[in-house]
């Protein structure tokens, strides 16, 4: 069955640093999300992107954060200079054509500041 | 008010019980309806997808929406300990690309021998 996969799976930064976390969509999937779940806490929407643009973004995706497809088949995010309270689970989802709220998870990045 | 709540739990049932698993929710815009699975440190697994109200079956497990209650429940049948793990609602609004979905905290469910 076709999944969602990420990379890596945990990352240690540290305070300041930039970090890219990478997603390889479910093939043929053309809407793209990421989202995040700080410890204890429900998931968050951070931002969701389609077409090669940014359809929707959540008001922690601010400055700091990016997102593209660099190759046509990865999908990352990067965080610029990272804080202590990025500090969190970093999950990607990918959605179908005409499917766009079924939204299937990626594993997740365990994304650690120091 | 909080957009979606959910009780955390933890809620444990012994083997074989019906499980019942609820959300509320205020944004009366929502209008998809998901369950996800979650397994400690794993990513949310997609259980069911419901369309506006009504209900909708997918083996042991059954999705029900009442918009008009702004309530949604989720029964788990003859139930298993593998079932053991968090349950997220999870709601959309938006017909389009970019659907952003607002969960809740999610339900911890154990499933005891």
């Known amino acids: 069955e076709p999944e969602v996969t990420q990379t890596p799976s945990h990352q240690v930064t540290q305070m300041g640093q930039e970090v890219i976390l990478r997603c390889v969509p479910i093939?043929?999937?053309?809407?793209f999300y990421w989202y995040r779940q700080i410890l204890g806490q429900k998931v968050e929407f951070l931002v969701s992107f389609y077409n090669n643009e940014i359809s929707e973004k959540s008001e922690i995706f601010d400055d700091q954060f990016s997102v593209e497809r660099p190759d046509g088949s990865n999908f990352t995010l990067k965080i610029r200079s990272t804080k202590l309270e990025d500090s969190a689970m970093y999950f990607c989802?990918?959605?179908?054509?005409?499917?766009?709220?079924?939204?299937?998870f990626g594993p997740g990045t365990r994304l650690t500041v120091l | 008010q909080k957009e979606v709540e959910q009780d955390p739990g933890p809620l444990s049932v012994p083997e074989g019980a019906i499980v019942s698993l609820n959300c509320t929710y205020s944004n009366s815009a929502f209008q998809y309806f998901m369950w996800y699975r979650q397994y400690s440190r794993k990513g949310p697994e997609l259980l069911m997808y419901t369309y506006s109200s009504g209900n909708k079956e997918d083996g042991r497990f059954t999705a029900q929406v009442d918009k008009s209650s702004k309530y949604i429940s989720l029964f788990i049948r003859d139930s298993q300990p593998s079932d053991s793990a968090t349950y997220l609602c999870?709601?959309?609004?938006?017909?389009?690309?970019?659907?952003?979905?607002?969960f809740g905290t999610g339900t911890q469910l154990k499933v005891e021998l």
């Open positions: 989802a990918t959605a179908g054509l005409g499917s766009y709220n079924e939204q299937f």
């Open positions: 093939s043929n999937h053309l809407y």
């Open positions: 999870a709601m959309s609004s938006v017909t389009g690309g970019g659907n952003k979905l607002t």
